[in-house]
């Protein structure tokens, strides 16, 4: 036969062969890596969450003054392509504890490097706890099952609202939010910086004429004397050498003499908030002598303050009070400015304290203040009668 005619034949041979055949057995050999068809799956990945929204307050609010009241909103919503469930079920903490894989640690972290820091763990679609965050499945605007979770603090509103502790040191600080998947995919968002301001700052202690006591911290703004039976003994010196009974003459608002010898502590309205208060507050034990104990000097509903209001201000560090700003400047010009309130009598707030809490009425403004007190008959004879006092806003 001839060899053209032999090579056709072959060749047709083998088409014949091939097309008998499986088709399995065509694509499904393990040994040659081919994949069987009645094998074969369709594959949906883990892909990352990403922020769907990066951190942020409502109204773009990165200002906070630490009075222990003062909040911002912080904001952020995170997708997950594989749904909400990927990052937790409800209930889930998201930390290394409570049953959680611990590469699905999730937190929003509040700090600055060698100050203060607060760290919150997620939990995912429920009420929160102390140091938790919750990640609220918000669908308002949104569907149940879109994969986005905002960051939150209940069940209504999809944003968390944090309190600047009264006690963080001013300066900027930094939110980072971190959320991980079930699979330890993590989002890291973008930091979001805010600053801590002080709403009120205390200048210092001075006296009657507007000259610098104590400009260092601890204040010194403790009486001395040693007279059991004195009235409206005052703070820093001593009040009346010949006290009496009579309130007009002890502790009237309008006498002179206490003020010539007290010394007053100026507060300033640093926030500039317009409505600020500040509480002064020496509680309700009272002045005690550490050498000597022996009778305290009760505060609660005894402790009296006289003040006022001024515009001209004195600053921080400044030896002497700035121009017409001094106790004796407002006693002989504005005495109306005067406002004399005591412990436990309207409008203080709470009775037998041994707090006061005074509200600026400007932006831009100190406030003076002395205090009174009464010293008990009898009563031990000690120059070191004190007690410790707080301003806060």
């Not at 938790?132 to 209504?156: H, K, R, W």
């Not at 104590?214 to 001395?224: C, Q, V």
């Not at 004397?225 to 009974?245: A, I």
């Not at 002989?332 to 006061?356: F, Q, R």
Request: proline share 5%.
């Amino acid at each position: 036969m001839n060899k053209k005619i032999m090579k056709v034949v072959l060749a047709i041979a083998v088409v014949f062969c091939f097309a008998a055949m499986p088709i399995s057995g065509m694509i499904g050999n393990p040994i040659t890596g081919m994949v069987r068809a009645d094998d074969a799956v369709g594959v949906v990945r883990n892909v990352p969450p990403t922020a769907h929204q990066q951190t942020t307050t409502t109204g773009g609010d990165d200002v906070v003054y630490n009075s222990g009241s003062d909040t911002l909103q912080f904001q952020a919503r995170i997708i997950d392509r594989n749904r909400e469930d990927d990052i937790g079920n409800v209930g889930d903490v998201l930390d290394s504890g409570g049953g959680v894989a611990a590469n699905r640690y999730s937190w929003l972290n509040i700090s600055r490097v060698g100050a203060n820091y607060a760290n919150y763990t997620c939990i995912v679609d429920s009420s929160p706890g102390a140091g938790q965050v919750e990640l609220f499945n918000y669908t308002t605007g949104y569907t149940a099952t879109d994969g986005i979770l905002c960051l939150s603090g209940d069940d209504s509103n999809p944003y968390f609202v944090w309190t600047c502790p009264s006690t963080w040191a001013i300066g900027y600080y930094w939110a980072n939010l971190s959320i991980a998947d079930s699979d330890g995919n993590r989002c890291n968002f973008n930091a979001f910086q805010f600053e801590c301001k002080s709403a009120i700052k205390t200048i210092g202690i001075y006296n009657y004429t507007g000259l610098a006591v104590d400009i260092a911290t601890p204040y010194f703004w403790n009486f001395t004397t040693t007279d059991p039976g004195v009235l409206n003994v005052t703070s820093g010196n001593w009040s009346y050498p010949s006290g009496t009974g009579t309130p007009a003459t002890n502790y009237d608002y309008d006498n002179a003499t206490g003020r010539l010898w007290s010394y007053w502590i100026i507060v300033n309205n640093s926030g500039g908030g317009t409505s600020q208060c500040f509480n002064i507050s020496f509680g309700a034990t009272g002045f005690t002598s550490a050498s000597k104990p022996g009778t305290p000097i009760t505060t609660g509903n005894v402790i009296r303050f006289e003040y006022y209001r001024t515009g001209n201000r004195t600053y921080e560090g400044a030896s002497t009070a700035g121009t017409n700003s001094n106790a004796s400047w407002v006693t002989a010009n504005e005495p109306s400015n005067l406002t004399y309130v005591k412990d436990g009598v309207s409008p203080d707030i709470t009775s037998n304290d041994g707090m006061y809490m005074f509200q600026f009425d400007a932006a831009v403004q100190n406030i003076w203040v002395r205090y009174m007190i009464d010293i008990p008959d009898p009563c031990r004879p000690s120059t070191e009668y004190t007690r410790a006092y707080t301003v806060t806003a």
